[in-house]
């Protein structure tokens, strides 16, 4: 209690102000369980991965930030308020781009922004000027006057971003923004979200395509059967689950077996992934490529190929849950 | 980075609330109000029901005007003619607007709540600092206005094309009459508009709740009559033939039949329009006491005569908007 409390009366502290908060968040439907015991701080500036397989309940979590759905039990703080009793100050203040989002097709892309504009009750005329602009910085201003029905889906999301611009939010929660884009588009978009973040706004993602997000998230937190298993920065992830997880590729020819064993009994690995037709995967805390290159020589095999994979949110996922499920199992 | 590994341990209080939220449930109605209309009157399904009820009025009121041009002099109602007379082939205005308005307050909001979804507008539309209870009624509105708007042009035509083919204008009392019946026509349409949304908060394809509106459209127009009488057969059966069962019967079937708009708003349209009208329905020999026959009521009169069924028709347009409203309140909202 005090310590919450004390959070949000402090003056706001650049780095830790905490502008999203989930407490023990938990929606129930029936029986089932969407989002369990949540618990989730995002600081101001920060760019937030929410990351998790289909059905994980990340949506959910974002409904219940944004006050569209009632949680059963918990508490949620968006910048200090509780949405579900002052929804209207916090949708001012949050921009929210729904997965697959939709728009009126027989309406321009200035139409369908400036019936937005009208409900956030922006005066005419800062409303067009924002709209030009909003418009402008999507690379939008060719097609502002078409009808969006005849816009792609690419098109769709960056009109998308430009309607969360026009309300200038301190927050903006994207729910799968990449989905459905071709890389090529994904990775423009995730450019953008990072300059969104240049511009101060704190942006909380969900995704379950976890290779595509890394490289923009500061944080992530992986997310299943509505349980948040782990949270931190993709470096302390990999620290934490794979002990490094520096994965080496080592290619010998000569005798597997003892090449193998010998590989196994270097410092700092941890396991053998895979070992097949004179191919090693090594996981270890380091990067052992010259260790493991002196252990082939050194049974006398010959090698062919040495290679090393930093750690990827992929694989920590694949390993988290991997283990996670084997512990359940067990 | 500061910040380190979250542990699911932090303690702090359980608190949900859910008693008071803050702000105007109406921030943002006119909003919707005014995209909601914009997008009916330059829809083409509107426009091509305008066209219909359009033609329908001069074609009733060319037929009508062939017939009462003789007994303009006699006639001190005769604008109200215009309105309720039939002459074949063509039924009264007010006939085919019975079962016109329905069919467009239904084609108005079949899919008022349904399309956001399946246009995927629903949430972003709600992300916005607005409650659901404005989009709601906002629709709503949007809804009885464009109705309005087609209705008093309507009657506007109408009383114009009266003037120029009798030859002389209406009276005030006709004026107050026709208006009435221009609100009674409205809250009709309210009932079928708020029917409509009913439907469109129930079920999620478009084309199910046109068709379950619809349904109930038919039931009314058609079916309905069977099934008074045979409910009223049932509940009040006449068996030995006495004049009381008989009076009974006809009451009860009367009052079945009342559950239907349809019925409330033809004895509303008739109450109103035809000053000779006195009672609906059984007219006893006490009701006629002290009335001259085949004069006509004063309008304070008739306005008490169709009075029940005027708040009715609105009554059961707040009713059914109620409806829409507890479910659509309930209804979970996933883009
Ligand atoms: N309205 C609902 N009724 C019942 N179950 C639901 C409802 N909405 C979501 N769920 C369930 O909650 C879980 C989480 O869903 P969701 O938040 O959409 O996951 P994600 O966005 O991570 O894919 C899923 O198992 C889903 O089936
Ligand atoms: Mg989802």
């Known amino acids: ?101 939709g728009f009126y097709d027989e309406l321009s892309a200035r139409d369908n922004l400036s019936y937005i504009a009208r409900l956030n009750g922006l005066p005419r005329a800062t409303a067009q000027q924002r709209i030009r602009t909003a418009i402008d910085r999507m ?25 969360l611009l026009l309300k200038e939010p301190e927050i903006i929660i994207m729910d799968e923004p990449t989905l459905g884009l071709d890389p090529e588009a994904a990775q423009g978009f995730l450019r953008l979200i990072r300059d969104l973040k240049h511009d101060g706004i704190t942006i909380l993602l969900s995704s379950h395509l976890l290779h595509q997000v890394q490289a923009v998230c500061d944080r992530v937190g992986l997310f299943s059967h509505g349980r948040m298993m782990i949270s931190g920065t993709v470096a302390e992830l990999a620290q934490r689950i794979l002990g490094g997880g520096y994965r080496i590729v080592v290619e010998a020819s000569g005798d597997q077996r003892a090449i193998k064993s010998a590989l196994l009994a270097l410092p700092g690995v941890k396991k053998i992934e895979a070992a097949e037709r004179e191919q090693f995967v090594i996981v270890g805390d380091r990067d052992l490529r010259a260790d493991a290159a002196s252990a082939v020589v050194g049974v006398g095999g010959g090698l062919v190929g040495l290679d090393v994979e930093a750690p990827s949110l992929d694989e920590i996922y694949a390993t988290y849950f991997k283990e996670a499920t084997n512990g359940a199992n067990a | 980075m500061a910040q380190t590994l979250e542990l699911p341990s932090q303690s702090a209080p359980v608190e949900t609330s859910t008693r008071g939220r803050r702000g105007s449930p109406w921030t943002g109605l006119w909003a919707v109000v005014g995209k909601e209309m914009a997008d009916h009157l330059s829809s083409v399904r509107m426009q091509i029901l305008e066209v219909l009820i359009l033609l329908t009025a001069v074609g009733a009121v060319y037929a009508v005007m062939q017939n009462v041009r003789q007994t303009v002099s006699q006639d001190p109602f005769i604008f109200l003619r215009l309105f309720t007379t039939a002459r074949d082939p063509f039924p009264a205005f007010v006939g085919f607007l019975s079962f016109l308005v329905p069919l467009i307050a239904i084609a108005i909001s079949f899919d008022a709540i349904n399309g956001e979804f399946s246009r995927r507008t629903m949430s972003r ?164 006491e002290g009335a001259v026959v085949g004069a006509p009521l004063p309008l304070a009169q008739s306005i008490l005569l169709m009075w029940p069924q005027l708040t009715g028709l609105i009554a059961a347009t707040i009713l059914l908007f109620a409806l829409a409203y507890v479910l659509f309140q309930r209804q979970e909202i996933r883009a």
Do not use: C, H
């Not at chain 1, 990340?58 to 930030?65: D, E, Q, V």
């Not at chain 2, 114009?160 to 026709?178: C, F, H």
């Not at chain 2, 069962?245 to 039949?257: D, K, N, P, V």
């Open chain 2, 125 to 288: 539309v709600l992300a916005q600092p607005i409650y659901r209870d404005a989009l709601l009624l906002g629709k709503f509105l949007a809804g009885l206005f464009t109705l309005s708007l087609v209705l008093t042009a309507i009657w506007l035509l109408i009383m114009g094309m009266g003037i120029l083919g009798l030859g002389l204008p209406p009276n005030g009392e006709e004026v107050a009459r026709s208006l009435i019946f221009l609100v009674a026509t409205i809250f009709y349409g309210g009932i079928w508009l708020a029917l409509g949304m009913v439907f469109s908060t129930i079920f999620r394809q478009p084309a199910t709740a046109a068709l379950a509106g619809l349904s109930v459209w038919l039931f009314f127009t058609i079916f309905w009559g069977m099934v008074t009488s045979l409910l009223a057969r049932t509940l009040s059966p006449v068996t030995y033939g006495f004049p009381e069962e008989i009076l009974r019967q006809l009451q009860t079937e009367q009052a079945i039949s009342r559950l239907s708009p349809n019925t409330l708003y033809v004895e509303a349209t008739l109450g109103i329009l035809n000053p000779a009208v006195r009672s609906f329905g059984i007219l006893l020999p006490s009701q006629l």
């Open chain 1, 139 to 163: 690379g939008l201003s060719e097609v502002i006057d078409r009808p969006v029905g005849t816009f792609s889906r690419g098109m769709r999301q960056r009109l998308g971003v430009a309607e």
């Open chain 1, 1 to 101: 209690m005090v310590e919450v409390s004390t959070k949000s009366a402090a003056p706001p502290q650049a780095a830790t102000e905490a502008v999203l908060q989930a407490v023990n968040l938990t929606k129930r439907y029936g029986a089932a369980v969407a989002v369990d015991n949540l618990n989730l701080t995002v600081a101001r500036g920060e760019v937030f991965g929410l990351l998790g397989p289909n059905g994980a309940g990340k949506t959910t979590t974002i409904l219940m930030l944004l006050g569209l759905t009632e949680p059963t039990s918990g508490m949620v703080r968006v910048l200090g308020l509780d949405p579900a009793r002052d929804p209207l100050a916090v949708k001012a203040r949050v921009g929210y781009l729904p997965d697959a989002v």
